[in-house]
Nanobody
Framework: QVQLAESVGGLVQGGDSLRVSCVVS????????VAWFRQAPGKERAFVAS????????YYGDGVKVRFTISRDNAKNTVYLQMNSLKPEDTAKYYC??????????????????WGQGTQVTVSS
């Protein structure tokens, strides 16, 4: 069993940076994948980025690779999402999720087993 807890998001202005974190607890192994998804009002939950717990390999969704960086600190059991040059269209609830396939390119939320409660990120123009 894996538990995920996101940090508090925030309200920022366009162009600002923000880092959100996800504390992972429970039994997690090197092949586990931890990902960030986001969901804006009225839209489907969308993949943002993922990271493999063991070797740190990463994968990014369209449109965020240049501005967002996913990383992990195994000693702190934490996965981070650093978001730079934020835009109003990045406004969404951001969720941390995990699954055990070992395939970092998994982008469908249906494939993820464990989920955090989500944290709101709002970017004003």
């Amino acid at each position: 069993q894996v538990q995920l807890a996101e940090s508090v998001g925030g309200l920022v202005q366009g162009g600002d940076s923000l880092r959100v974190s996800c504390v992972v607890s429970g039994r997690i192994f090197g092949n586990y994948i931890v990902a960030w998804f986001r969901q804006a009002p009225g839209k489907e939950r969308a993949f943002v980025a993922s990271i493999k717990w063991g070797d740190g390999s990463t994968y990014y969704g369209d449109g965020v690779k240049v501005r967002f960086t996913i990383s992990r600190d195994n000693a702190k059991n934490t996965v981070y999402l650093q978001m730079n040059s934020l835009k109003p269209e990045d406004t969404a609830k951001y969720y941390c999720a995990a699954e055990a396939s070992g395939v970092v390119q998994r982008t469908s939320p249906r494939l993820y087993t464990w989920w955090g409660q989500g944290t709101q990120v709002t970017v004003s123009s």
